[in-house]
T-cell receptor, first 115, second 113 residues
Framework: GAVVSQHPSRVICKSGTSVKIECRSL??????MFWYRQFPKQSLMLMATSNEGSKATYEQGVEKDKFLINHASLTLSTLTVTSAHPEDSSFYIC???????????FGPGTRLTVT | QQQVKQSPQSLIVQKGGISIINCAYENTAFDYFPWYQQFPGKGPALLIAIRPDVSEKKEGRFTISFNKSAKQFSLHIMDSQPGDSATYFCALGLAGNTGKLIFGQGTTLQVKP
């Protein structure tokens, strides 16, 4: 299967600071990338969809000014959590799919803890 | 409003047994039905997926059964092994291949040795 990486795997930051998470497709061109959030023992919640070179589309209730998404190339998308607060602490997971493909491959996730 | 209902929430199976997880959905706006396996602290891994033009798909010990008229699909894990112990999610892919997935609530499977 296709490989998607995320960096960092874990990050701890202070309240009020910003954190950037990278998502890379290592062996295929990801025309579309997705960002999810997952709370303990819960399902995955889609936050936003990004197509390479376009602005991200955010799901209802997700603040676009707080969760900045950039998809500048066919192999890289970034999620920046701005002015992080403890309630932003969560497991953030990206996924990627190629043009015309149905299969969506997930990264290993990033555990964000805001203190 | 939940568009997909996954059951059971948790499942305990003896080694060698069959694990069955079900998902039911409410409308016909979907044309891709994947199952994902997730271990604690890891991202979900695509296990097997089906399109609505077939009623069954088998890959190794994993089988998807799909009932389009009943709007249900299920995952069968044959000869379940302790290494299969994980959380399983079904998902619905919106028609048109946008890639947008709606996930089920998840099923925690424990396979006892």
């Amino acid at each position: 299967g296709a490989v998607v990486s995320q960096h960092p795997s874990r990050v701890i930051c202070k309240s009020g600071t910003s954190v950037k998470i990278e998502c890379r497709s290592l062996d295929f061109q990801a025309t579309t990338m997705f960002w999810y959030r997952q709370f303990p023992k819960q399902s995955l919640m889609l936050m936003a969809t990004s197509n390479e070179g376009s602005k991200a589309t955010y799901e209802q209730g997700v603040e676009k000014d707080k969760f900045l998404i950039n998809h500048a190339s066919l192999t890289l998308s970034t999620l920046t959590v701005t002015s992080a607060h403890p309630e932003d602490s969560s497991f953030y997971i990206c996924s990627a799919k190629g043009q015309g493909r149905y299969e969506q491959y997930f990264g290993p996730g990033t555990r964000l803890t805001v203190t | 409003q939940q568009q997909v209902k996954q059951s059971p929430q948790s499942l305990i199976v003896q080694k060698g047994g069959i694990s069955i997880i079900n998902c039911a959905y409410e409308n016909t706006a979907f044309d891709y039905f994947p199952w994902y396996q997730q271990f604690p602290g890891k991202g979900p891994a695509l296990l097997i997926a089906i399109r609505p033009d077939v009623s069954e798909k088998k890959e190794g010990r994993f089988t998807i059964s799909f009932n389009k008229s009943a709007k249900q699909f299920s995952l069968h894990i044959m000869d379940s092994q302790p290494g299969d112990s994980a959380t399983y999610f079904c998902a619905l892919g919106l028609a048109g291949n946008t890639g947008k997935l709606i996930f089920g609530q998840g099923t925690t499977l424990q396979v006892k040795p």
